[in-house]
């Protein structure tokens, strides 16, 4: 190099903004593939390159189409996956378990953000994701057939017994062609009751006790409903879940999540629903509610751990979050958002999600996960309340079978 060219370059070096001269980093994201990769496309576009322009940090998004659980730990396996990827709450165990995650105690703040979701992604006092977003279970309600059985709507006050007589009421009042709630056989739903009766899942040696009194009168109390058809199976109406069943105008109540609000919305758009949370356990006074979520989790062996780290944090700022909240997306995991201007608007779809959010801090709320076994945890459990449900089976029958399968699986 001739002095005139060195002189030139030091000079353009000593002009440049500090740290224009670094290396650019690309951070590769795994993340589920159908809508997703246009929302975080979205969020990419509009928070996280201008927010990381100046690092030179470049972000890519890379679907993981089909299984996303399968898929991402065959990419780990590999060590191909992408230095941020989707952690999911249900399958967080096996992750965690594979040494593939890196623990984020000391590398970001989770101070900003709600609690419960927190603890669902914590192990051993080791966070090791980033709630992007969640959502719990609540009461939706058809407005319509409430008023014309003249019964009050549910609401927050509402204990078992109160919320059960409102669906025999209904029931009674509007005939055979009706039906008060609907009843998946499925933990996913029917794991709210057992929390608020103040079940856990595991106990300190990670056995499952579905002979626990508080268990058990969860279930008779939730199979019990299906007496005189005040519940009726989503299969009863040839629908497969709780938002399907709610859909035809034949049933009063159904206990979904969030979600049930876009799919009204296109499938049933002048069925009037309002949304309350779920009603409180006589015995304890408490509601239980599931976390679904997912996580934004970084991977261990990244070899872009500072770049990753920020990206993380533009994906979850208060800016990006609020976003997803005015758009409908989703119910963002910040805490601050409890006062977000959406949350006071009156349409339908605004109200559910306040109570979706509130249901996140209210009663025994836990999150929605199968163990480090897998999901195949909650069959015994499935098994059990379809075999009650659709009458072949006692409860007591039901449950000394699901437990005899619960100790099967466990001992593997």
Do not use: H
């Not at 000593?14 to 589920?32: D, E």
């Amino acid at each position: 190099m001739n002095p005139v060219t060195r002189l030139t370059l030091s000079l353009l070096a000593l002009t440049l903004p500090t740290g224009a001269l670094a290396q650019s980093v690309t951070v590769k994201i795994n993340g589920y593939g159908g809508t997703d990769p246009a929302v975080v496309g979205d969020l990419i576009n509009r928070f996280v390159k201008p927010a990381l322009a100046r690092d030179k940090i470049n972000v890519v998004y890379e679907p993981i189409q089909g299984d996303y659980n399968k898929g991402l730990t065959t990419l780990l396996a590999a060590g191909n996956a992408g230095d941020v990827f989707y952690l999911p709450g249900e399958t967080l165990d096996g992750f965690v378990a594979t040494g593939k995650v890196l623990p984020l105690n000391g590398l970001v703040s989770s101070t900003p953000f709600i609690g419960s979701l927190n603890r669902t992604f914590t192990r051993k006092g080791k966070l090791y994701a980033v709630a992007k977003d969640f959502n719990t279970l609540s009461v939706v309600y058809n407005k319509d057939l409430f008023d014309e059985a003249g019964v009050a709507y549910p609401n927050a006050q509402d204990t078992w017994s109160t919320f059960a007589k409102k669906l025999t009421d209904v029931k009674s009042k509007l005939g055979s062609d009706y039906s008060g709630l609907c009843l998946p056989p499925s933990f996913d739903r029917f794991g709210a009751f057992a929390y608020a009766a103040g079940w856990t899942q595991f106990d300190a040696k990670g056995r499952t006790n579905l002979a626990d009194p508080r268990f058990v009168s969860a279930f008779n109390y939730y199979t019990g409903l299906a007496r005189n058809k005040v519940g009726v199976q989503p299969s009863e109406l040839s629908k497969d879940w709780g938002g399907g069943c709610f859909q035809t105008g034949k049933v009063a109540v159904a206990i979904e999540g969030g979600w049930i609000v876009n799919f009204l919305k296109d499938n049933a758009p002048n069925l009037k629903y309002g949304t309350a949370l779920l009603p409180r356990a006589d015995a304890t006074g408490k509601r239980g509610n599931f976390l679904y979520t997912v996580g934004w989790a970084i991977n261990a062996g990244t070899r872009n751990r500072a770049a990753a780290v920020k990206v993380l944090n533009a994906l979850t700022s208060a800016q990006a979050q609020e976003y997803v909240l005015s758009q409908g997306l989703a119910i963002p995991s910040r805490s601050a958002l409890s006062s977000s201007a959406y949350f006071k608007r009156s349409d339908a779809g605004a109200l559910n999600s306040k109570v979706i959010f509130d249901g996140s801090t209210d009663g025994n709320v836990r999150g929605f996960t199968f163990g480090p076994q897998g999901s195949d945890w909650s069959k015994p459990i499935n098994d059990a309340l379809a075999a009650v449900l659709s009458g072949q089976k006692s409860a007591a029958d039901a449950l000394r079978k699901a437990q005899s399968d619960m100790n099967a699986f466990q001992n593997r």
